[in-house]
C-alpha cells in the first residue's frame, strides 16, 4: 500500500499531549509526486516542504498545534484516517485530488466527524477541465481554497488556528 504518514512533532513541552493539540493534513492519489508531476500545473514545491511549512506554522500557534499529516493513494484508508483521527483533532485540511470530484465515502466520513475542515487545490479546479469543476466534498466543508498553490495550505492552517481562537473551531 501506497501512503506516507508524517507527525511532526516538537520537543516543545506541552504539545502533542491534549485531544485537539493537532491539525489533520490529508492529501489524496498523486499529490506524492508533487514538484515532479505537472509543474506547470502543480508548481515544483514538494509536499514534502507543503508539510514542513505548515509544521512551522502550527507549532507557531499559540497555544502549538502539531500537525498530522497522511497521504495515500487510496480512498479507504484516507477514511480510515478521517475516522481516526479526525474526532480528537483542532480541524482537516483535505486536498483529496482526483476523489474530490467523486469520493461519496470521503465526502460521508468528513461530514460524520463533524470537525472544521477545508478543502484545498493546487490549482483552479473551476479553470481547467469540465470534469474538475464539481467538488462532492464542497458541501460539507467549511470552505474551499483553490488555485493558490502551496499557499493554500497555509491560508487554510491560519484560518483554522484563528477560528480555535474565537470559537473553538467547530463546524
Do not use: C, K, W
Amino acid at each position: 500500500m501506497s501512503a506516507q504518514y508524517g507527525s511532526f512533532v516538537t520537543n516543545e513541552p506541552g504539545v502533542g499531549q491534549l485531544e485537539g493539540d493537532y491539525v489533520l493534513v490529508l492529501n489524496g492519489p498523486n499529490l506524492n509526486l508533487l514538484g515532479t508531476r505537472e509543474p506547470s500545473v502543480y508548481g515544483r514545491t514538494t509536499l514534502a516542504e507543503i508539510a514542513a511549512e505548515l509544521a512551522t506554522v502550527a507549532l507557531s500557534a499559540d497555544p502549538p498545534l502539531r500537525i498530522e499529516h497522511v497521504q495515500s493513494n487510496h480512498e479507504g484508508h484516507l477514511v480510515d484516517t478521517i475516522q481516526t483521527l479526525g474526532p480528537g483533532s483542532a480541524g482537516i485540511i483535505i486536498n483529496p485530488g482526483a476523489l474530490t470530484h467523486y469520493s461519496i465515502a470521503l465526502r460521508d466520513a468528513l461530514a460524520a466527524v463533524g470537525i472544521s475542515t477545508i478543502e484545498v487545490h493546487l490549482s483552479n479546479i473551476h479553470a481547467r477541465e469540465e470534469f474538475r469543476h464539481h467538488s462532492v466534498i464542497a458541501p460539507v466543508v467549511l470552505g474551499q481554497i483553490a488555485g493558490l498553490g502551496p499557499d493554500g495550505y497555509r491560508l487554510a492552517l491560519q484560518h483554522l488556528i484563528a477560528s480555535r481562537l474565537s470559537d473553538g473551531g467547530n463546524r
